[in-house]
C-alpha cells in the first residue's frame, strides 16, 4: 500500500469529512509538497479524528509541534499529514491552553499509514492509534471498516439492512475491525448490538463508491439529552484513487 500512497499529490490520499450525522470539516487536503523527493527523511503519515463527546475544543501536540490550525471539536478531522517516525509523545489541551488533557506516547513507523483516534468522556480523554493498512480499492469495490467511539456502547457489528452480510465484524468500545471489501452501490447501514441483536443506530441511502477507502465511527452518547451528541454513524473518507 505505501508505495501507493507515497505519491500524495499524483494519486489523492486524503481524509474528508463524508458524514453521515452532522460534524465539522478541518484540513481537509494535505499539502505535502515534494513529497517524491529522495532526501527526505523517513516518514509515517497521520490522520486525526476527535471523538470525545464532552471535550472542550482541543489543540493537538506532537511532541511541542501543534498539529491543528484551528479548534479541534467533536466528531472533527485532520487530515493525514507526514511525520517523523519513532517514538512520538502526543499531547491534548484545550484550545489555546497550556495545561494537559492528555500526554500518550506512540511509535511510528516509516512509511506507515495511521489514524489517531482521540476518545472517552472527561476526565478520562484517552487515544488509540490504528495502522490504517488495507488493500487497493477498485471501480467495483470499496473498502470499509469500523471504529467504535461510543463509550456508552456495548459492543456492535455493523451490516447492510434486511441482509445478513456483515460490514465488520464484532467491535467493543475503543476497538475497530480491519478493512474489508464491499461492492460499489447506495445502501441501508445498521449498527447491531451483540448481545441482543437489536438495531441500535442506522442510515439510509449510503453510497459507497468505487476506488475509496472508508471509515464507519460509531460516535456519541446512547443516554443524553443533547442533540449534538447523541449516538450517530459518521463516515469518512480515508482515500480515493483517482487512476
Same mark, same amino acid.
Given at each position: 500500500?505505501?508505495?501507493?500512497?507515497?505519491?500524495?499529490?499524483?494519486?489523492?490520499?486524503?481524509?474528508?469529512?463524508?458524514?453521515?450525522?452532522?460534524?465539522?470539516?478541518?484540513?481537509?487536503?494535505?499539502?505535502?509538497d515534494?513529497?517524491?523527493?529522495?532526501?527526505?527523511? =523517513?516518514?509515517?503519515?497521520?490522520?486525526?479524528?476527535?471523538?470525545?463527546?464532552?471535550?472542550?475544543?482541543?489543540?493537538?501536540?506532537?511532541?511541542?509541534?501543534?498539529?491543528?490550525?484551528?479548534?479541534?471539536?467533536?466528531a472533527?478531522?485532520?487530515?493525514?499529514? =507526514?511525520?517523523?517516525?519513532?517514538?512520538?509523545?502526543?499531547?491534548?489541551?484545550?484550545?489555546?491552553?497550556?495545561?494537559?488533557l492528555?500526554?500518550?506516547?506512540?511509535?511510528?513507523?516509516?512509511?506507515?499509514?495511521y489514524?489517531?483516534?482521540?476518545?472517552?468522556?472527561? =476526565?478520562?480523554?484517552?487515544?488509540?492509534?490504528?495502522?490504517?493498512?488495507?488493500?487497493?480499492?477498485?471501480?467495483?469495490e470499496?473498502?470499509?471498516?469500523?471504529?467504535?467511539?461510543?463509550?456508552?456502547?456495548?459492543?456492535?457489528?455493523?451490516?447492510?439492512?434486511?441482509?445478513?452480510?456483515?460490514?465488520?465484524?464484532?467491535?467493543?468500545?475503543?476497538?475497530?475491525?480491519?478493512?474489508?471489501?464491499?461492492?460499489?452501490?447506495?445502501?441501508?447501514?445498521?449498527?447491531?448490538?451483540?448481545?441482543?441483536?437489536?438495531?441500535?443506530?442506522?442510515?439510509?441511502?449510503?453510497?459507497?463508491?468505487?476506488?475509496?477507502?472508508?471509515?464507519?465511527?460509531?460516535?456519541?452518547?446512547?443516554?443524553?439529552?443533547?442533540?449534538?451528541?447523541?449516538?450517530?454513524?459518521?463516515?469518512?473518507?480515508?482515500?480515493?484513487?483517482?487512476?
Amino acid at each position: 500500500m505505501i508505495k501507493r500512497l507515497i505519491s500524495f499529490k499524483k494519486r489523492g490520499l486524503m481524509m474528508a469529512t463524508s458524514t453521515l450525522a452532522l460534524a465539522g470539516i478541518l484540513g481537509l487536503s494535505s499539502c505535502l509538497d515534494d513529497i517524491e523527493n529522495p532526501n527526505l527523511p =523517513p516518514t509515517a503519515y497521520v490522520s486525526v479524528y476527535q471523538g470525545s463527546p464532552d471535550a472542550p475544543e482541543l489543540d493537538i501536540y506532537a511532541d511541542a509541534n501543534r498539529i491543528n490550525n484551528q479548534a479541534l471539536d467533536f466528531a472533527e478531522a485532520l487530515a493525514y499529514s =507526514p511525520f517523523y517516525v519513532g517514538e512520538r509523545q502526543f499531547k491534548v489541551t484545550a484550545f489555546d491552553a497550556a495545561s494537559s488533557l492528555l500526554e500518550k506516547d506512540f511509535v511510528l513507523g516509516a512509511d506507515t499509514v495511521y489514524s489517531l483516534f482521540i476518545l472517552n468522556k472527561m =476526565p478520562d480523554l484517552d487515544a488509540i492509534l490504528v495502522e490504517d493498512d488495507w488493500e487497493d480499492p477498485t471501480a467495483e469495490e470499496a473498502q470499509v471498516r469500523l471504529v467504535h467511539l461510543s463509550p456508552d456502547t456495548e459492543e456492535v457489528y455493523v451490516k447492510i439492512s434486511d441482509s445478513e452480510d456483515r460490514l465488520s465484524t464484532d467491535v467493543d468500545f475503543g476497538g475497530h475491525s480491519g478493512f474489508s471489501a464491499i461492492a460499489t452501490d447506495t445502501y441501508d447501514i445498521e449498527v447491531i448490538a451483540v448481545d441482543t441483536e437489536e438495531v441500535i443506530v442506522s442510515a439510509s441511502d449510503v453510497e459507497l463508491k468505487g476506488n475509496r477507502v472508508y471509515t464507519f465511527i460509531l460516535r456519541g452518547l446512547a443516554e443524553t439529552e443533547d442533540e449534538d451528541l447523541k449516538l450517530d454513524l459518521q463516515l469518512l473518507t480515508n482515500y480515493v484513487n483517482y487512476q
